[in-house]
């Protein structure tokens, strides 16, 4: 499947492996192409982290870093860093 800077109907999931039972911090970190940092409130789904794009999500073709963060009582977890490639659409 091919993903694209603006797409705002791609549901973003990462599976932790652990149980988000309980989670207070429910983030999905991301890395813009161009290097700036942000983050995602993502939704808990068992053992993984849910976030829809919206609009204004995607501002920048190329490849975004995303990862996984929880906090559950005084634990902190990382997940595995994924890549994804956002093509620039024909409209751009």
């Given at each position: 499947?091919?993903?694209y800077a603006g797409d705002s109907y791609t549901l973003l999931r990462l599976?932790?492996?652990?149980?988000?039972?309980?989670?207070?911090?429910t983030r999905i970190l991301y890395r813009k192409p161009n290097?700036?940092?942000g983050f995602w409130t993502a939704t808990p789904?068992?053992?993984?982290?849910?976030?829809q794009l919206i609009n204004g999500d995607?501002?920048?073709?190329g490849i975004w870093e995303?990862?996984?963060y929880v906090e559950v009582g005084s634990k902190k977890a990382?997940?595995?860093?994924v890549e994804i490639h956002f093509?620039?659409?024909l409209n751009q």
């Open positions: 499947m091919s993903y599976d932790t492996g652990i149980s988000l039972v309980g989670a207070t911090v290097g700036l940092k789904s068992g053992t993984a982290l849910q976030y995607i501002d920048q073709h995303i990862q996984a990382l997940g595995k860093i093509d620039k659409p």
